[in-house]
């Protein structure tokens, strides 16, 4: 694992901006990775992971509380299905990747089976990608789902998140990055009660810039753990 390198980086980046160190949070992406991988994560200090699916994380769950990690805390990053909502509910920290009413109404229901509060983030859609996923800036969708949230006892906004497009390009991720930050502060104007805290954007090959332009939480796998075990 390479954390020594990445704390550097990110205290590198957070110099560049002004910003204090303690103003953003490591979230170790481990998709793909074994549950050792985590464990060895927690035992050097990592507190925050980022799993994209929920079935791969029941698993690993298991095999971590085997391992004596049981105080980690996971966020699902990854696209989630409504049929899994309640799955997925029970066993992450937290969904950062909210991008439906419908969902949202399913995660509500979910939660408050369980007598739980979900954190949650609205995922973003800031490009024209088809893989991605998530809420177009403009939309009445966004809209709708943000006046309804209050209404959803059960789950805390926490802010927004996204992904940039696969490029090379410093200007287009830095431009993403800036769109999501300027679209933070209109929608918090207009949202008073919603908390618009977190931003989660940047992950392995550009967390630096995604700083630099006000991320509080960098989702970082390559970079900490290597290159993943690809699925057949």
């Known amino acids: 694992m390479r954390l020594a390198l990445v704390e550097d980086a990110i205290a590198a980046a957070c110099r560049r901006a002004g ?18 991988d ?18 791969e994380f029941q698993r690993k769950s298991q095999e971590l509380a ?8 996971v966020h699902l990053i990854g696209h989630l299905q409504s049929n899994k909502s309640a799955k997925a509910t029970e066993i992450f920290s937290a969904i950062d990747t909210l991008d439906s009413l419908h969902l949202a109404t399913r995660l509500e229901n979910a939660a408050a089976a369980l007598d739980k509060i979900l954190p949650v983030l ?15 800036p403009d939309g009445d969708e966004l809209r709708e789902l943000l006046e309804q949230l209050p209404d959803l006892p059960h789950l805390k906004m926490r802010g927004l998140m996204t992904i940039a497009p696969f490029t ?9 990055f800036q ?11 207009a949202h008073p009660h919603l908390d618009f805290t977190e931003l989660s954007m940047g992950m392995s090959g550009e967390f630096g810039i995604a700083i630099e332009e006000g991320s ?3 989702r970082i796998g390559t970079a900490l753990f290597g290159p993943r075990e690809m699925r057949p």
């Not at 930050?181 to 918090?188: A, I, N, Y």
Request: contains cysteine; positive net charge; glycine residues 6%.
């Open 19 to 36: 910003r204090p160190r303690e103003s953003v949070r490591l979230m170790a992406v481990s998709k793909l990775h074994p549950a050792a």
């Open 122 to 136: 609205v995922e973003i859609k800031l490009s024209d990608e088809a893989a991605k996923t998530g809420l177009g």
């Open 66 to 73: 085997a391992l004596g990690v049981t105080n980690a805390e």
């Open 168 to 176: 090379d390009n410093e200007t287009v991720t830095r431009a993403c």
């Open 216 to 218: 509080t939480c960098v």
């Open 179 to 189: 769109s999501l930050r300027r679209l933070r502060d209109t929608l918090s104007a």
């Open 38 to 55: 985590m464990a060895e994560a927690a035992a050097s200090g990592i507190a925050l992971f980022g799993e994209n699916r929920v079935q």
